[in-house]
């Protein structure tokens, strides 16, 4: 198995909560904790209805997204279980999906593709299998590409860092 890895994971960039209805997420989320409100998601082919919250600012902003599934009994079932998905700003998406293919990670189908918030995601399939035996162990990963200017503050902060 290679060791040198030809990509960082700089940080949390989102986490996903689902429920069979959002109201009391939001409750939680934006009414009670007080996170942003920052825009809404809808789409068929991935069965949600999702509000997009945040918390923080600038590039260590952590995007909290509250979805519910527009058909309950359809699939993806993003409302199982509650804490659906933690997403991992990547500086490298491509070189990092491809080295961890190699390493026999698996991944969801799908590749990569254009997120909810308009970055280029893919996602860590939460089982293993024959031809690919190492997965999330349990829990989806998306990888997200960061965007330049978050790449260069999560250097500047590591830089700055007492080493």
Known sequence: MQTSRPF???????IAIGGTDKAPLRKLWVD?????????YRS??????EDIVTAGAGPFKVEVDLMQPINPEGKPRVHETPLNHVGLWVDDLPGAVAWLEKQG??????????GAAGHDICFVHPKGNEQFPFSGEGVLIELVQAPPEVIAAFDTLAAAAPH
């Open 105 to 114: 990670l698996r991944f969801a189908p799908g590749g990569i593709r254009k």
């Open 8 to 14: 960082r994971i700089l940080g949390v960039q989102q």
């Open 32 to 40: 009670l904790l007080g996170l942003t409100p920052h825009g809404t």
């Open 44 to 49: 068929e082919r991935e069965n949600v209805d």
